[in-house]
């Protein structure tokens, strides 16, 4: 799926509903339906899975957490370290 590559990609970066929903060619409600049915999970936790991923590969080749903030689109340092807090990433 077109998709969960750019999701994957992006690392989550820009993957917000309004944007998908416009590559994806389909209204946001009607997305978010066929995002869940054929994925499984909503596109926010598929999202936050992505992130994970990257945050854990990004750590181990040793970049900065301001680095990786910016990597996976978060404004600030503080906004990853309490996203990761919530997520349970190390």
């Known amino acids: 799926m ?7 990609t992006a690392n989550g970066k820009g993957c917000g509903l309004d944007s998908l929903a416009r590559i994806a060619g389909y209204s946001k409600y009607h997305f978010l339906r066929l995002f869940h049915k054929h994925i ?27 680095a990786i903030a910016d990597a996976l689109g978060f404004a600030h340092p503080s906004t990853l370290t309490r996203w990761r807090k919530r997520m349970g990433a190390r």
Do not use: P
């Not at 077109?2 to 994957?8: A, V």
């Not at 499984?40 to 301001?66: K, P």
């Open 40 to 66: 499984g999970m909503t596109l926010h936790e598929y999202v936050d899975r992505c992130r994970r991923q990257a945050y854990r590969r990004l750590a181990a080749d040793g970049l900065r957490q301001n």
């Open 2 to 8: 077109t998709i969960r590559r750019h999701i994957e």
